[in-house]
């Protein structure tokens, strides 16, 4: 039995789907579906069960025996989310919880760290799991620094000998896109964002640098497909001897207007582009640059290629954006 935390989100509903591709399971979703369309996410999956988080202790305590490893995915994922008490419940408290019963029930543990425990980049984006480097990162949001608590946590377990997982592996997932991501609203990938303004005949809008060494648009993101995400993770249950914390990014920074100059291609639309004044509450916040730090997981044996922007964005909008049914 597989369980996957936050199953019906973003990334957890595509690793839902991957996982199913693969023959793997039974799966067992961990989720809130609310109102809305979030239930289209796993609406094609053949789900073993679908239980809420606050019956996940009583499912484990019935069915522990037959887990043999969990995504844990689930997590308050918004940068904007101001509740530390409830971010820390859920982000730190939760996924701790889960660490301690992997360790006793020897079931594997691959979880959500995030690129947010980074803050402004003033460190580097270098995946460094010692003490020494993780106490050295300076998030800034209550969400990045709950993934950052758990990360130092983690480590500080291993270094005092702590019994661990069989298998555990922290995901710094950086800007991901693509399906599935239509429930997250203000949360969702710009690509998802702009690409109902575009089709609408509007100009997509940027914000405008308010830095010299920046252009309009030329901020720089390092931006993932999410089948990729899912491939690593894929690989990481088929190979059950790494891990560690890990980046999850390309490796390769690209510029917003890289990123909307595609989207307009992948349409079939002339690209329009409107630059806005930087808003007076992200000057000097705002990040110019991302850009994952990929030798480690390269290091551990990951070895297959990242999809390009250009690619990732063609089928974002040609398979799925501009399609009646949108979902995987």
Known sequence: MIIITGG??????????????????????????HQGNKWRNIA?????????????????????????????????????????????????????DLWQWCAQQDVRLIYASSAATYGDGAQGFDDDFSASGLAALRPLNPYGWSKHLLDRRVRAAIDHGAPTPPQFAGLKFFNVYGPNEYHKGDMRSVPAK?????????PARLFASDRPDYADGGQERDFIWVGDTVDVMLWLHDNPGVNGLFNLGTGKARTWND?????????GLAPRIHYVPMPEHLKGKYQYHTQAAMGRLRAAGYTA???ELEEGIRRYVQDHLATPDPYV
Do not use: C, W
């Open 8 to 33: 019906a989100g973003f990334i957890g509903s595509n690793l839902v789907a991957g996982l199913e591709r693969r023959g793997l399971g039974p799966l067992v979703v961990v989720d809130r579906l």
């Open 44 to 96: 094609k999956r053949d789900l073993h069960d679908l239980i809420t988080p606050e019956q996940l202790p009583d499912f484990l305590e019935r069915h522990g025996e037959e887990v043999r490893v969990i995504f844990h995915m689930g997590a308050i994922s918004a940068t904007t989310e101001t509740d530390a008490d409830r971010i820390v419940e859920n982000n730190f408290r939760l996924t701790l």
């Open 259 to 267: 990123l909307t100059n595609a989207l307009f291609r992948a349409a």
């Open 305 to 307: 290629p990242f999809t």
């Open 194 to 202: 702009l690409y109902p303004q575009i089709v609408a005949g509007q």
